[in-house]
Structures are given as structure tokens and as C-alpha cells.
């Protein structure tokens, strides 16, 4: 599966940057997560509880940096189990770019998935997918408006976040961006 898509980010290019790379940051923004720690230099390991229709579980994953261009972008590498549920594994590209009034987020993600999560319908998976992305970037920006409030206001003047996810076909589902938001992600790490 490929996935793509941007997001407008009200914060400056290094305050996303920092916040991406703060494993409590990630905590609280991935939906269902409930462990990111730093095993290492640019690995983390991290839990996450996901229910996706009928398929509740635990996922348990790693997560490695690398190709770090501070704070222009990275590459994220996932591995992520959840049992008999199925697992996750993929890179997505992350990138951080000045915009007219904030940041753009636009990542690109590469994942396979397997077990009984790749045997649910595809919208479900795409459905639960966007819900999970959405909540990510909610929790984000709520986050960096309590951490920095609104230092930079998207093109449009409104005072919202613009979101510009783009998708393109995919064979396997996309809840696994879910596993890139074993991150970042989420978008990211992303959006399906």
C-alpha cells in the first residue's frame, strides 16, 4: 500500500519538528497509545490499543529513524505485531516545510499489513483509517495551541488548520498508517 498527504500545521517549522521527535508528544496525540520510549538512538518502542470493526488489539511495535535532516524531514521505519490480530510494517516519509503562515507535514508511506486486519473490508479499514488520522491531527494541533497557542495562522486567515490529505490507491488496507502513527504518523504520522 501507498499512501500520501499534507496537513497545514499553525506552528513554525522547528516547533513540529521538536514536537515530533517528543516521545510524550506522540503519546498523547496516537490515538489508543499508550507507550512511545526511546530504546535508543532514533528507535522507539510503542504500544497501542486499536479497535477496528469487529478487531481489538494490542499492538506492540518499534519504530527507527533514520536519513534525519533536522528539521526538514526524516524517514520513519515501523514494525508493529498485534498478534493474531495481524501486524504492520512499513517507511514513511516525513517532511517539514515553511508555508505561508505555519508548516506543511506532507509524509508519503509504504506498508504491508497482514492477519485478520487485512481481512476486513476495505471501508472499514479506510473509514477507520481517516478517523484515526483525523483524531492524530486534532490532538496535534490541540497540542501545539497549548504548548506555543497560535503563533502562525494558515493561508485563509480563519485561525483553523487546513487539512489537504491526498490519497492514492491502495491494494492492502490502510489502517496502516495507524502503524506509521506508531510514531509520528501519524501522519504521522497519516491519512488514508
Known amino acids: ?6 496537513r497545514q500545521l499553525a506552528v513554525t517549522q522547528q516547533q513540529a519538528w521538536d514536537a515530533l521527535n517528543d516521545p510524550e508528544v506522540l503519546k498523547r496525540c496516537i490515538p489508543g497509545c499508550d507507550k512511545v520510549e526511546a530504546t535508543g538512538e ?13 478487531v481489538s488489539a494490542r499492538f506492540a511495535g518499534k519504530i527507527t529513524l533514520s536519513d534525519l535532516q533536522p528539521p526538514s524531514g526524516y524517514t520513519l521505519h515501523f514494525d508493529g505485531q498485534g498478534g493474531v490480530a495481524g501486524f504492520g510494517k512499513g517507511s514513511a516519509q516525513v517532511s517539514l516545510t515553511p508555508a505561508d503562515g505555519g ?3 506532507a509524509y508519503t508511506v509504504h506498508a504491508q499489513v497482514g492477519g ?3 481481512q476486513l473490508g476495505q ?5 477507520a483509517a ?6 492524530f491531527f486534532k490532538r ?21 488548520v487546513a487539512d489537504k490529505a ?3 490507491p491502495s491494494k492492502l488496507p490502510a489502517w496502516a498508517w495507524t502503524a506509521a502513527a506508531f510514531v509520528a504518523i501519524a501522519i504521522v504520522w497519516l491519512v488514508s
Open 1 to 6: 500500500m501507498d499512501m500520501q498527504g499534507s
Open 42 to 54: 532514533g528507535q522507539y518502542a510503542v504500544g497501542l490499543s486499536l479497535k477496528i470493526g469487529p
Open 103 to 105: 508548516t506543511t507535514l
Open 116 to 118: 485478520k486486519v487485512a
Open 123 to 127: 471501508r472499514l479499514i479506510d473509514g
Open 130 to 135: 481517516r478517523s484515526l488520522a483525523e483524531d
Open 140 to 160: 496535534f494541533d490541540e497540542e501545539m495551541q497549548a504548548r506555543h497557542g497560535r503563533t502562525a495562522e494558515p493561508s485563509g486567515g480563519t485561525g483553523a
Open 166 to 168: 491526498v490519497n492514492t
